[in-house]
Structure formats: C-alpha cells, structure tokens
C-alpha cells in the first residue's frame, strides 16, 4: 500500500526513482509521481495507471537532479486522478511531500488553513500535510523546526519524504506508524519502504523508529525524535540477494514463490528443529510462563487469519489452552474479554497490517504479553512483540500470500510442539511422529509441484464461469477458505469457502451444474473422512461439478468425479501444508486462463497499512 522512494546522491535520481518504485510496484498502487530538485525548482511528474505512465510523462517531459522523492499510490482520500498524485506541492511549489498513511485530523487542519487563505488542488490529507508544513515555516522556523511542528499537529499514521528549495541538500524523512528505512551506499543516501526497493543502491539501512525524523544529506544522516533530541543511528547491513527479488526466469512472482515452498519449509526444519527438539531462539518465553498459559487469542487478517485458525486447531489438540482467533479489523472495535496475562498471538507476513498492529496495541494496553509470527525483521508488529517466530520465507513479491503462509502453518507446528513439551503434554511417540511427518513435507510439496500440468487442464476446465465453492473439514476448512481467497484475489472469479458440514445450512442451494465445487478429501481415516465423501456425494447429487483434493491410493472418488487432484499421504494435522499448495496451483492456473494480471491483481495491496 503506497511505496516510497528517495534518493541525495552524487547521481541522477530520475533512473533510481523509477527502479525504486518498480521494486513497490507488488505493494498495490493506482497512480505514481516523482519529484526533483532540477534547475532551481521543485519539479514533479505524476500519471495514473501503471508506471509506464509516468515514464511516458518523463519521456516527454525529461527531469533530472541528484535529490529526489518518489510515490506509488494506492487511494484512500480521494480517486485515482493525477491532481491526487503524489509528490503534494506546497509553499507555491517551494516543496514537495510523499506520504504513506492517513493523516487523521487533515479536516480540521484544512479548515484552519482554508480560512488562512491557502487553496488546496487535491482531496487528499497528504496535501494538508504539505501545506501544514509550509504554514508552519511562514513564522520563520527552518524545514526541521517546520515539520517537527507539522507533525506535532498531525494524528494518524505516517511515512513521509519532504524535500524543499530551502534546503536544497538535504531530503528530510519521517515515521510513525508506517514503515520507512534509510540507507547508504556508494552513490547517496536514501529512503525507501522498504528494503527490495532499493536493494542495489545500499550496503546498509536503518530502520526508523515511529516518531523519528531524518535528514539526509550528501554528507551524511543524522536522526532526531519529535522533541528534537539527537538518536544513535543504528546501521545494519542488508544480508538480502538480489535474486531473492526478481522472478528467476518464472514468468510471475506468484509461480516462483510457489515454487519456492519446498526449499523455505526446508529451511525452517533447518531452523528451527534441532536433534529431534523444537529450538525458537527469539521467543523467549520461559517454561515457567508457558506451563501458567491458560488463554491464547490469535489476532491476524486475510490469508494470516486462515494460518491463525490452522493454529488454533493444532494448540488446542495438543495443549490444554483454550485458544481463541480473530480478524484485526473484528478485534479492535468489540470489547474482547482479555485478562491480562493471556497471550495475544498474531501472524502477518508484512508486520504492517494495520488492524493487527491497533489489536496488539490494544492488547498490549490490557497488559497481555505479545507473540507474533512475522516475516519481515524490525517491522512494526515485531517490535510490538515481546515474543517471536520469523516465517524466514525471504521477501515474497505476489501480492497474493503463497510461501509465507506455508511458513506461517510450519511455525504453528514448531509452536504447538514447543508449548507442549514445555508443558509436559507432548509424549515423546507423539513428538517423533509429528516431527518425522513434517521431514516429508516438503518432497510432498515437491510431488504437488510436479503435478501442475494436471491441476492446469482442471483449472482450464473450470475457471469461466461466475462463481466456485470450496469445501473443508477441521484442519482443512481454513485451507477450503484459503483456497477461495486466492481464486477471488487473482481470477476475480468469486469464491466461497465453506465449512463442509454447514453446506446443508445455506450454500447446498448454489449448487448445480455450472458450479466448481472444490473439495479437500485428503481425510482418510475417521469420522471426519467420511462425512466429507458424505457431503462429496451430496454435492455429487445434485450435479456440481466436482474437483477433489484427494491421498495418493485413495479409491473413494473414483465414481464421483474425473478431476481428481492426488497429493501424497501426509497425517491429516500437517495435510493442510500440502493441500494448500494445489489450491495456489489451482487459482494461479484459473487466473492465467482468465488473464488477469496475477502479481498485481487490481486494487489489491500487499501490506494493508491503513483501515
Ligand atoms: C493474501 O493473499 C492477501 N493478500 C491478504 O489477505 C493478506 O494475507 C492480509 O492482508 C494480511 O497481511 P499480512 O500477512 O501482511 O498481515
């Protein structure tokens, strides 16, 4: 959701803006802009659509300059026009602003300026922020003491980069509540989002804390919180590959983190299961504290959610704590009945969504301790959280969570495992069985993957018409909902899942002819296998057209339907691990056949930093 760019080097900034927003283009956006000190002026450039309007608007109006800002928008206040492109000018085009969050009061900081005399060109609160700042230097303070100013009557959230002809040097950044880093390299100083965006340019980043600005110069950054006191810059060199953020000769993204699965979930064993023991380093959770654990709330959003409620079915079947989940946006505005003491869990692969990161807050304030399974190092929600588990699923691009969430049901296992063994509720039967089916998780992946051509011609089969149903029980329910997510966010093809035993209750009456109907059948052994291939059978009855999910050497579908999708035979707790990566396959073959454009599907944004 917005992607911030900024360079002060000893070089054009125009080509580092424009390879800086490429690397933001999976954040989501609808419209960009750049602007650049260039003779003697603030000069922008801003096109919506795709970046290759503004590259055309570059190619016809050339800019250059060695200190720059630069923007991809994802709207919020205001539509998708070029007058609400960022940069925002103020100041009679003296400065330039590009922001990311939601300026909460803008309207009443617009009132104040509006009866000032200044006009505004957008609906955006970006552009009273700008204004705000220039208001703040009419009583003659200097930029620094201007935005600190600005800032102080700012209430939201923010990442923003400022630069101005009165301080033609110099690019100022600043955070609370969205992410923003600033790094160096050989040629300058920058900022960016994040770190894929300017990855060839730095050595080394610092990850703003909220409340800090930053001045970055030719000659160096120095750091401040908002009452002006200096801050210790905490360098910290970027271990990340370049081929960890471009596509390695697969045609998307999406297909090669899918691909990519085998070889994280690989990496996580190596990780985290040490001689047949669970090893988290950066939980940091006593035994003492884990045995008092009685209550545990998984907080998360979207596909998180779906590995949240995994979780829960995993703590509660090998634990006695009763765990609870739900949706950050749910969460925040009911008043959930958390003592302190119980341990508020989330799971997020950006660390920046920002109704997990309210809920926590929230949580925090209500004395609960903070666990959070999280992809990104120094996000916001990992530095909320007193206890950690990084997913270690690299930097993942499509905008549709694929290998994070794998690597976020995988620390679930890890989790589970660990809090049962300190409590003394794991046998040591159990903990080698578990952790010898989790060895074959990834060669079952591996088959999965082999098998694309297969799950291809079924999603070829099914993928026109209107709407498709996808089914689970128990441990598999959360994948039929997964499964759905990523068919309606990359086919746009609606989707629903469904917990298989509710389908009589309401969604029976969907079906017909003309309607796929997904369902996860890889439960063979108790009651619950059977009373899927019971509700297979009533879908069966009334001529849905069934795609099955099923175990290698399982016979039970052969009469009900041809598209059969074989996985191999995993214990029905980890089947989801493998399950779900069929049903990526199945909504990434659906959406290449309905062309879509799958790493970007339209107004879909990777990290959700705002409500
Ligand atoms: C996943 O495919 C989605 N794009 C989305 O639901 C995502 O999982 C959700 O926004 C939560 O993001 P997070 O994991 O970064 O917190």
Avoid at 74 to 85: M, P
Wanted: include cysteine.
């Amino acid at each position: 959701m917005c992607g911030i760019v900024g360079m002060v080097g000893d070089r054009d900034a125009v080509p580092v803006l424009i390879e800086g927003l490429k690397r933001l283009e999976y954040r989501g956006y609808d419209s960009a802009g750049l602007a650049v000190l260039h003779e003697n002026d603030v000069a922008l450039r801003r096109a919506v659509g795709r970046l290759s309007a503004l590259e055309s608007e570059l190619a016809a109006h050339p800019l250059s300059g060695s200190i720059g800002i630069g923007h991809t928008r994802w709207a919020t206040h205001g539509e998708a026009s070029v007058r609400n492109c960022h940069p925002h000018a103020a100041a009679e085009g003296r400065l330039a602003l590009v922001h990311n969050g939601i300026i909460e009061n803008y309207q009443e900081l617009k009132k104040d300026l509006t009866a000032k005399g200044i006009l505004f060109s957008s609906d955006t609160d970006t552009e009273v922020l700008a204004a705000t700042i220039a208001d703040c230097q009419q009583d003659g303070a200097d930029l620094l003491e201007a935005l600190r100013c600005a800032l102080s009557k700012a209430r939201g959230a923010y990442a923003l980069g400022l630069l101005s002809l009165d301080a033609p040097e110099t690019l100022y950044a600043a955070r609370l509540g969205s992410p923003l880093i600033v790094g160096k390299g050989s040629s300058g100083y920058f900022i960016a989002s994040d770190v894929p965006a300017i990855l060839p340019q730095v050595d080394e980043v610092i990850y703003l804390e909220d409340g800090e600005i930053a001045r970055l110069t030719p000659a160096g950054v120095e750091i401040w919180n908002l009452a002006g006191e200096a801050q210790v810059l905490k360098w910290v060199k970027v271990e990340m590959e370049e081929s960890a953020v471009d596509a390695g000769g697969f045609e998307t993204f999406m297909l090669k983190e899918i691909h990519e699965q085998t070889r994280v979930l690989r990496g996580l064993m190596e990780r985290y299961v040490m001689d047949g023991q669970i090893v988290l380093p950066e939980l940091n959770m006593s035994v003492g504290h884990i045995r008092t654990l009685q209550r545990m709330m998984i907080v998360s959003c979207g596909t998180a959610y779906y590995a949240a409620m995994y979780g829960r079915l995993l703590i509660e079947n090998y634990t006695s704590i009763a765990v609870e989940t739900d949706l950050g946006s749910e969460f925040r505005y009911r008043s959930p009945k958390i003592q302190p003491g119980t341990l508020v869990a989330t799971v997020s692969q950006s660390g920046e969504t920002a109704d997990t990161l309210a809920s926590v807050q929230m949580a925090k304030g209500a004395g609960c301790p903070i666990l959070t399974i999280c992809n990104v190092f120094g996000s916001s929600l990992v530095r909320e959280s007193d206890h950690l588990i990084y997913t270690h699923a690299g930097p993942e691009i499509g905008v549709a969570s694929t290998k994070a969430f794998t690597a976020q049901l995988m620390c679930f296992v890890f989790l589970t495992l660990y809090l049962a063994e300190a409590r003394g509720e794991l046998t040591a039967e159990t903990r080698e069985e578990l952790l010898a089916e989790l060895q074959r998780i990834p060669t079952a992946i591996h088959r999965v993957l082999e098998n694309k051509e297969h799950i291809r011609k079924i999603a070829e089969q099914h993928h026109d018409g209107p709407s498709s149903l996808y089914l689970g029980r128990r441990y598999n329910y959360p994948m039929a909902l997964e499964g759905a997510l990523k068919n309606k966010e990359i086919s746009y093809q609606h989707a629903e899942g469904y917990a298989a035993g509710e389908m009589k209750h309401g969604p029976i009456a969907l079906i017909n002819e003309s309607l796929p109907v997904i369902c996860i059948c890889t439960e063979t052994e108790d009651e619950v296998a059977e009373k899927m291939i019971s509700n297979v059978r009533e879908v069966q009855a009334r001529s849905g057209r069934i795609i099955a999910i099923a175990t290698e050497g399982d016979t039970r579908l052969d009469d009900i339907t041809e598209d059969i999708i074989f996985v191999p035979r995993i214990c029905e707790c980890m089947s989801p691990l493998v399950n779900v990566v069929a049903l990526q396959l199945l909504a990434y073959y659906a959406a290449q056949a309905r062309g879509t454009d799958i790493d970007k599907p339209r107004n879909l944004a990777k990290s959700v930093t705002v409500e």
